[in-house]
């Protein structure tokens, strides 16, 4: 009989041990989908604020007259600068949902960024249609990029 109490005893310690292993195991792994979370949010956070600031830095050069040619091209090349590594960074970490209209709308920053480089002006035709194509793109990129994290939270 003693020796039941001595299996009794193990098998309530496999028990507990089993149990402490999987409540640590669930919560490792809580805080890496909270980790990744956090990461992707601030990756689209930084991807849309890189791109609005060219936006708006294009907006500036377009409105500004008495640039020669290439001062305008050095700084429609400026005002685009910061877009490259949110956008690579994007491509690596986002999944398909987000990278597809994240590269559209960074390309058309980059045909405002050439556009305004050739002389575009900011009360031009093309100028405008291009912002009005750019705005449209980012509201599309953030509503993927809302729905990627909401899509966690459920």
């Keep these: 009989m003693a020796w039941i109490s001595l299996l009794a005893t193990l098998t309530g310690g496999v028990i507990a041990l089993g149990s402490a292993l999987l409540v640590e195991h669930r919560r490792a792994r809580r805080e890496a989908v909270s980790e990744w979370h956090r990461t992707r949010r601030e990756l689209y956070s930084r991807f849309l604020a890189a791109h609005a600031q060219a ?11 008495g640039l020669d040619a290439g001062e305008r091209y050095r700084l429609t090349r400026s ?18 949902s987000v990278v597809r209209p994240a590269e559209e709308c960074s390309r058309a920053v980059r045909m405002m960024r ?28 953030r509503g993927a990029m809302r ?3 909401s899509a966690d939270n459920n």
């Design 55 to 65: 936006g708006s830095d294009l907006r500036n050069i377009a409105a500004t007259s």
């Design 79 to 96: 005002a685009y600068t910061h877009c490259y590594a949110s956008r690579h960074e994007l491509e690596l970490l986002a999944p398909p």
């Design 114 to 141: 050439d556009a305004v480089s050739a002389g575009a002006r900011l009360d031009s035709d093309e100028f405008e249609e291009l912002t009005r194509r750019y705005l449209e793109l980012r509201l599309e990129t």
């Design 147 to 149: 729905s990627d994290i």
